[in-house]
């Protein structure tokens, strides 16, 4: 059975630190992983999504790197701003399967 | 493209009411899920379908029913409302190919937050 762990549970860093979230995942056989950003009281949106067959994906400020024989992605978020300040979510969804499996997410904090 | 929407907003429900949480996405999207969100938790899958007139169970199905009759409408029933069902719904779609490799992200409603009284 599929197991999605996010670590920290909670992070809060001075603006402008770069730093990193982590995830990690049980069955290294999956079609892809994606990292979600969701603030309070909302809906998720899709910061970065990689195919099983991709090492790593970037956009802007944010890179997502996949290793999947060790079950493991990160989150680099360079530069941090206060306005990065959400919960951050990782789901992979493993191959066979039709079905995302969360992690709980790190609520990230960024200090002005 | 509106995307993924969802009604109501926000829903409070007396013990063992039943309702229906509305989801209609507009992407042409072949895949839709269901999930509930907890607090301080991740998601978990409800049901999800894989097309017009195709469901399936999630992780956590029971007390909920979901019918997929058109490939833009994903409708949960919730038949005898219990505290325990008190969260927060999210609708998703996304699309998959005919081999049902999964190349493409979920996008997500705003969600409708339901309390059980």
């Known amino acids: 059975k599929q197991e999605v762990t996010q670590i920290p549970a909670a992070l809060s860093v001075p603006e402008g630190e770069n730093l990193v979230l982590n995830c990690s995942f049980t069955?290294?056989?999956?079609?892809?992983l994606q990292w979600f950003r969701q603030d309070p009281g909302k809906g998720l949106t899709s910061l970065l999504l990689?195919?099983?067959?991709?090492r790593e994906q970037t956009s802007g400020r944010l890179n997502a790197s996949l290793d999947k024989s060790s079950g493991r992605s990160t989150l680099y978020i360079a530069a941090s701003q206060p306005g990065d300040s959400a919960t951050y979510l990782c789901a992979v969804i493993t191959s066979g399967t039709y079905k995302y499996i969360f992690g709980t997410g790190t609520r990230l904090k960024v200090l002005a | 493209n509106a995307g993924v929407t969802q009604t109501p907003k926000f829903r409070i429900l007396k013990i063992g009411q039943s309702m229906t949480l509305q989801c209609t996405q507009d992407?042409?999207?072949?895949?839709m899920y269901w999930y509930r969100q907890d607090p301080g938790m991740g998601l978990k899958l409800i049901y999800y379908?894989?097309?017009?007139?195709?469901?399936d169970k999630g992780e956590v199905p029971n007390g909920y029913n979901v019918s997929r009759s058109t490939t833009e409408d994903f409708p949960l029933r919730l038949e005898l409302a219990a505290p325990s069902q008190t969260s927060v719904y999210f609708c998703?779609?996304?699309?998959?190919?005919?081999?049902?490799?999964?190349?493409?992200?979920?996008?997500f409603g705003p969600g409708t937050r339901l309390t059980v009284l």
């Open positions: 990689i195919q099983s067959s991709q």
């Open positions: 379908s894989v097309g017009a007139g195709i469901t």
């Open positions: 069955d290294s056989a999956i079609y892809n």
């Open positions: 998703a779609s996304s699309y998959s190919s005919a081999s049902g490799v999964h190349t493409d992200t979920q996008y």
């Open positions: 992407m042409n999207h072949n895949y």
